[in-house]
């Protein structure tokens, strides 16, 4: 399973996390902030489970290009 995490109160908003993996994160309209599609919201922090280990590559990929490390993909 992979798991995706964000802790979007400090995204700056940069859009790599989009670019990267455009199926998992949008920008939001309101705020300009990263918002991670499909995830649940416990204490500021949104949290994705999936089983499509297809997901860890791109996720991955933003978690490394995230200028400020808001973003953690791993596999349990």
């Known amino acids: 399973m992979v798991v995706v995490t964000?802790?979007?109160k400090k995204c700056i908003g940069c859009n790599y996390c989009?670019?990267?993996a455009p199926e998992h994160f949008k920008m939001s309209k309101?705020?300009?902030k990263s918002v991670l599609l499909f995830s649940k919201e416990k204490k500021g922090f949104f949290?994705?489970?999936t089983p499509d280990n297809a997901s860890f590559d791109?996720?991955?990929q933003a978690t490394k290009a995230c200028p400020v490390n808001i973003i953690s993909t791993k596999i349990i």
Do not use: A, I, W
């Open 6 to 8: 964000l802790h979007r």
């Open 18 to 20: 989009v670019e990267l």
């Open 30 to 32: 309101k705020d300009g």
């Open 47 to 49: 949290t994705y489970k």
């Open 58 to 60: 791109p996720c991955e």
